[in-house]
């Protein structure tokens, strides 16, 4: 018997399968109205940016001793 059929889905995680985690969060922040919740979405949304950045500066370091080499 397949259990599967069985099983609720949510209909937002479903929607939200292929969206990325930085579109998720600005399109919460554009239709959050909660003060405190708006706070914490942009406060995570620029811990994403500054890792992205951090990766993105080891990447170029990691590239240009690789010319080097």
């Known amino acids: 018997m397949d259990t599967r059929k069985n099983r609720s889905v949510n209909p ?3 929607g ?3 969206m ?3 579109r998720f ?3 919460k922040l554009n239709t959050c109205q909660e003060e405190h ?3 914490n ?6 811990i994403r940016i ?3 950045e951090i990766a993105e500066e080891e990447h170029d370091a990691a590239y240009v001793l690789s010319k080097l080499h």
């Open 12 to 14: 937002m995680a479903k």
């Open 16 to 18: 939200l399968k292929f």
């Open 20 to 22: 990325s985690i930085d």
């Open 25 to 27: 969060i600005l399109r």
């Open 37 to 39: 919740t708006r706070a």
């Open 41 to 46: 979405l942009v406060r995570l949304f620029v």
């Open 50 to 52: 500054r890792k992205a």
